[in-house]
């Protein structure tokens, strides 16, 4: 089984070659490739899309989670575990689902026939193979599988049968299906190649469903031409098909989840079953935000929002002067102090922190993507940490922040530029509650000044309604929320792809969220790849 | 400790495992056919050097019982091996690799395999034979800050293993979950068939991951070593996931009831945590409780063989996790819960420095992680020995005092009579202390050939001879 039989050796490409795909061509920046394990959730997706069951919870919970690495996302390559455990529930979930299908069903559905013959057997395989591994299966596939089953009917008192399922248990442990694997060194090294139909239907699916591709993307996907230009416009159906697909809310969903932390937050001032609450609110919100059920506006909009929903715990930590049934709509004049998804108490719960420095970062990385290096860490820099703990410690925190930006030059450049986001959020306390003052009775304020970056003017600000008021114009927030759904969508940090992440943004055109993930979408860099050495 | 208290020993926990006498090793292995165990265990921040200079009146107190076995280290410095520095992700990224971080340090690469994986691979380079996991990675830890914090199983390529599991429940499902006993009498026919099903398909998947890891592929280097990582898990998992005839996966072991996670720990689900005052906060006694049972679980593991190695670990690389409740320990008490109310162990006691609650605070750390070296001690091998007698526990930590790695507290327990046990203040690293520990098995660590800077220093009357 080989990778490089993705391609050129399998599956005849029915598209001429018309040359180079001159987007890609022109592209500055493509993700290095990486075997990226389908992750816990993707996996569940695509067992029970590809074979039309549900799994249940027993099977669930066999799966080790996978936990984006810190301002990633589960879907990036960054951070991605191998826990031994995975091999052992990727079997046990094979076994299990497996008895649950009809072999005879299993022919149908795959192979189009019902016949107990090797034709109607290896029709079935490239059937299914072809959906589980995103490609056409190539002969010597089709064969090994063959031989699969033979070995195994062969066996006293097996039947046809048992060599089908053998066949769909081992298609679900292939590397093929459970890592997204794509030719990495076709080409000359360092070089940026366009991916081939199959590799690029792979990359939209696992972005736009969390899932493997359907018949027809396949289809979509063999009439791309080798290293040719892909025909942008039937590539614009297919995603736009996609994207009015109910599978498409699990990418919303999941997106949302990583970039407002809630997916992973441990809420551990709530109750459990407020805990599940905080998250539902939040995402709640971002799909109506996105356009579900709703006229959408801009994305961007998001962040000077004047309706935020929840349910009524978590309006209560809003400040709500009356609750609602269930889940529901909340406008400013009902709510303490509130406007946008950064003041929705979901969204500060989930930083988990009030000091400017963890809010701060969080907040300049996901909504600014400053790249903030770490902190100095030689002997000398720590005792100069430790005496600044000590020489702080009477101090509130706004002055402690300030004495902070008086620190020698390598801690001043790298605080002065995050902290001060913060700053307007000081009256939210760790719940998100709004609380004027401190434990000690002082005023607590919320003005400040963020400096200047690229794309970003000088702001002065009272609070966090004017701060968030004039930031959601600035080109940087929208640069940014390109950059993290580009991260999002390709599985690697695109930081350093500024030219690349300009184009999307334009593309975007800071419309709404679906128009940020057609602009992603439909960029190079999901059609392009830079080749590595063998 | 007695079998029998071994597992009384859970409290109030609701406990379905049977007694051991149950589930003694198989009768079958003769002494000589001891298998070798390596476990490591580690725990965040550290003991400063004149709480270690107290030996066994202070936070080290809950050695007591395992004194004449272990042999401790009092003047480690883990800072030649932090790549980036002291902070936590570095320091803790090299705990049991013995080599610094690559590229200058990351928070989601160490510099190499950890020490158990090392040997397991040193000794079973095809796989282990007949373990039900092939190396289990169990404890307690809040996320914060770099996975390197907590992650302490680091694969060959230097990848991060599996994360500690913290619920005891699925540490016992991975120890004892899935099992099918060896066939006896006269099978059914369609068992029959459903096992040489298993077995054809594994077959059948491991032919493909290695062709994939073949020099054939379109694969790179990065790709190519996950892949591997795969596969070397479905070799060791192989007599599990499809026993032959010629396996024994259980052997005389009979599977134990099903453990309930302790009331209240709910712990396990925060999988990511802040630190301060928005970390998750837990009872220390439910912790406990929690430690205990994990301990017990791995312990039972190891005595039917199903277990070999793994690593065990007592909150991560900077100590985010608020423990709540009174703590009684080395004559005084400790409110854990007002104290960290609104910060963690780190803010509160280290970097607003409180050596006396440090104390304390490191004595119910340290408890925590000795449940599992007392399980093992109660556990009488066929060679009249403890089962901890017969594995090697390597123990490290991230610091000594506040964030400076030196006097990082490591210690060897067991080893099967190869080491001295002791107090140790000869001046090392904490590659020093693995390196001369696999020797002792006869197992090369890798550390020199791995880092090319590290000249390797016998420390004086360790080993055995």
């Known amino acids: 089984m080989l990778v490089a039989a993705c391609v050129g050796e399998i599956g005849p490409s029915t598209g001429d070659a018309t040359g180079i795909d001159p987007e890609v061509a022109a592209s500055d920046y493509a993700p290095t490739p990486l075997a990226i394990r389908l992750n816990d959730q993707q996996y569940v997706h695509a067992v029970e899309d590809v074979l039309g069951v549900t799994l249940t919870a027993d099977e669930r919970q066999k799966l080790p989670r996978d936990i984006p690495a810190e301002a990633h996302y589960a879907t990036s390559a960054e951070g991605q575990f191998f826990n031994p455990q995975y091999v052992i529930a990727y079997a046990e979930i094979a076994r299990s689902v497996t008895a649950r299908l009809s072999p005879a069903q299993l022919r149908q559905s795959f192979g189009a026939c019902e016949e107990s013959t090797p034709t109607c057997r290896d029709a079935f395989t490239r059937g299914l193979g072809r959906r589980l591994y995103r490609r056409p299966l190539s002969d010597d596939e089709v064969l090994d599988y063959a031989g699969l089953a033979i070995g195994v009917e062969d066996l006293p008192e097996a039947d046809f049968d048992d060599g089908v399922i053998a066949i769909t248990q081992a298609l679900l442990q292939a590397p093929d299906f459970l890592y997204r694997l794509e030719n990495e060194t076709h080409g000359t090294p360092d070089t940026i190649r366009p991916v081939s139909g199959y590799e690029l239907a792979s990359r939209l699916s696992f972005f736009l469903w969390q899932s493997c591709p359907d018949d027809a993307l396949l289809d979509f996907a063999a009439t791309v031409p080798e290293g040719g230009a892909v025909d942008k416009e039937a590539l614009t159906a297919q995603v736009n098909r996609m994207m009015a697909d109910p599978r498409y809310d699990r990418s919303r969903d999941a997106f949302w989840s990583d970039y407002t932390l809630v997916s992973t937050a441990p809420f551990a001032y709530a109750e459990p079953d407020v805990q599940e609450e905080l998250r539902h609110s939040m995402l709640t919100t971002m799909a109506r935000l996105s356009g579900v059920d709703a006229d959408p506006g801009p994305i961007l909009d998001m962040f000077t929002a004047d309706e935020l929903w929840m349910t009524p715990a978590v309006a209560q930590y809003a400040g709500a002067t009356s609750t609602k049934d269930g889940m529901a709509s909340y406008v400013s004049g009902e709510l303490e102090e509130r406007l946008g998804i950064t003041t929705h108490p979901s969204f500060l719960g989930a930083i988990g922190t009030t000091s400017f420095v963890g809010r701060g970062v969080f907040m300049s990385q996901r909504i600014l993507c400053i790249d903030i290096a770490a902190p100095p860490s030689d002997e000398d820099a720590f005792n100069r940490i430790q005496e600044t703990v000590a020489d702080t410690e009477e101090l509130t925190p706004r002055e402690a922040s300030e004495f902070r930006f008086n620190l020698e030059p390598q801690c001043q450049g790298c605080h002065q530029v995050f902290e001060p986001i913060a700053y307007a959020f000081e009256r939210f306390d760790l719940s998100g509650q709004y609380t004027p003052t401190d434990e000690d009775g002082r005023a607590l304020y919320t003005d400040g000044e963020l400096p200047e970056v690229k794309y970003q003017p000088a702001i002065t600000f009272d609070d966090a309604q004017e701060l968030m008021t004039q930031l959601r114009d600035t080109e940087r927030v929208g640069r940014c929320l390109v950059q993290n759904m580009m991260e999002y969508a390709i599985g690697h940090d695109v930081g350093r792809a500024q030219d690349a992440i300009g184009k999307a943004h334009t593309s975007f055109d800071e419309g709404t969220f679906d128009d940020l993930v057609r602009a992603v979408a439909l960029s190079p860099q999901l059609r392009a790849q830079k080749v590595v050495t063998p | ?465």
Request: a negative charge.
């Open chain 2, 1 to 465: 400790m007695g079998r029998r208290a071994l597992l009384r020993g859970a409290g109030s926990i609701a406990i379905a495992l049977p007694f051991l006498p149950e589930l003694m090793p198989r009768t079958a292995r003769a002494q000589d056919m001891l298998p070798m165990r390596l476990f490591t265990m580690s725990f965040g921040l550290g003991i400063e050097h004149d709480m270690q200079l107290e030996e066994l009146n202070g936070p080290l107190a809950s050695f007591t019982p395992f004194v004449g076995k272990t042999a401790f280290f009092r003047n480690v410095d883990g800072g030649p091996l932090a790549a980036a520095g002291t902070p936590h992700f570095s320091t803790s990224a090299s705990l049991f690799t013995g080599v610094p971080q690559q590229d200058g340090g990351s928070g989601y690469h160490a510099g190499g395999p950890s020490m158990e994986i090392v040997a397991k691979q040193a000794l079973h380079p095809n796989g282990v034979p007949n373990v039900s996991v092939p190396e289990l990675s169990a404890g307690l830890w809040s996320r914060t800050g770099a996975d390197s914090q907590f992650t302490r199983q680091w694969n060959p390529d230097g990848s991060p293993g599996a994360r500690p599991e913290r619920r005891p429940t699925r540490v016992f499902d991975a120890i004892f979950g899935g099992y099918e006993p060896p066939l006896t009498g006269d099978p059914e026919p369609q068992e029959l068939v459903r096992r040489h099903v298993n077995r054809s398909v594994l077959d059948s998947v491991m032919d493909q991951y290695s062709a994939l890891v073949s020099d054939r592929t379109g694969l790179g280097s990065e790709s190519k070593a996950r892949i591997e990582n795969h596969l070397a898990a479905l070799r060791d998992a192989e007599n599990r996931l499809a026993p032959t005839e010629g396996s024994m996966p259980l052997g005389d072991c009979t599977v134990p009831g099903t453990p309930t996670d302790p009331s209240g720990y709910s712990f396990y689900d925060a999988a990511s945590g802040p630190t301060g005052a928005g970390a998750p906060a837990i009872e220390w006694s439910v912790a406990e409780s929690a430690m205990q049972l994990i301990g017990q679980i791995m312990a039972i593991g190891v005595s039917c063989d199903l277990l070999r190695f793994g690593s065990h670990i007592m909150v991560g690389g900077g100590g985010h996790v608020r423990f709540m409740g009174n703590y009684n320990a080395l004559g005084t008490s400790l409110d854990f819960t007002s104290l960290f109310d609104n910060g963690t162990p780190h803010d509160k006691i280290v970097h607003q420095y409180d050596g006396a609650a440090i104390r304390i605070y490191q004595h119910f750390v340290i408890k925590q992680l000795t449940h599992f070296l007392a399980a093992l001690d109660g556990i009488t091998e066929v060679n009249g020995q403890t089962a901890l007698d017969n594995s090697l526990v390597l123990i490290g930590t991230e610091y000594g005092k506040n964030h400076d790695a030196a006097h990082s507290l490591h210690a060897v327990v067991g080893g099967g009579g190869r080491f001295n046990p002791g107090w140790y203040d000869q001046a090392l690293i904490p590659s020093d202390v693995y390196h001369q520990s696999l020797a002792a098995y006869g197992i090369d660590s890798g550390i020199p050939a791995r880092w090319a800077a590290y000249a390797p220093t016998e420390i004086s009357g360790f080993r055995n001879t």
